[in-house]
């Protein structure tokens, strides 16, 4: 039985998921670059207000646009986990425990999940989908961050900072990956593909 593809009408609308998602990780990153501050209550400050609109944001876009079921509870399991984890970090920032292990345990446990799920959905949908290929990228980013926050013992400055270095990264990634889809939807199908209702290889 041949494997469904995406159709061009679902990519064009799915590309906005990654192209939201990259703009609001720039943000943050712009912040915490320009801050002379870079202590835990900031990178939790900042983490949290970026992980609960992105996590809504994100979570709502790929709930109405995305067509693959895979990719779009894997995207609202991820938005609901981060908008979760920036709550929790904004609760974390007004205690007596938001130390530099507050934050890099809540950050740490944040992107083992996301990433874990992003990079296990993208492979599973590596055969049936244009946007696998980004999707285990970014997942694989957002483990790795995981397994620094985890194995490395990190000052505030140097957790704070790799936290925004990773999200300059991953808004690269995601607005290279949502554009790169744009552009696919856009290019015309050829007869043969058309009448078949497959792609062209």
């Not at 983490?47 to 995207?75: I, Q």
Request: net charge neutral; proline share 4%.
């Amino acid at each position: 039985m041949a494997v469904a593809r995406e159709t061009a009408p679902e990519r064009a609308a799915a590309w906005l998921v990654p192209v939201v998602r990259g703009a609001l990780a720039l943000v943050p990153a712009a912040v915490i670059t320009f801050s002379q501050d870079h202590s835990p209550a900031l990178g939790l400050t900042v983490f949290g207000a970026w992980a609960v609109v992105a996590g809504v944001v994100a979570g709502a876009l790929a709930a109405r646009l995305v067509a693959d079921r895979t990719a779009r509870w894997a995207a609202v399991g991820n938005g609901i986990i981060t908008a979760a984890a920036g709550l929790i970090a904004l609760a974390l920032r007004d205690t007596a425990s938001n130390g530099v292990g507050a934050f890099t345990f809540t950050v740490a446990v944040w992107a083992a999940l996301t990433g874990i799920i992003e990079l296990l959905a993208g492979l599973r949908l590596r055969d049936r989908s244009t946007a696998a290929r980004d999707w285990i990228a970014a997942g694989a980013l957002t483990a790795l961050l995981a397994l620094v926050f985890v194995l490395l013992p990190l000052d505030p400055v140097t957790a704070v900072g790799l936290l925004g270095a990773y999200l300059v990264v991953l808004g690269v990634l995601l607005l290279i990956g949502g554009f790169s889809m744009k552009w696919a939807a856009a290019e015309p199908v050829e007869a043969g593909g058309a009448a078949s209702g497959t792609e062209p290889s």
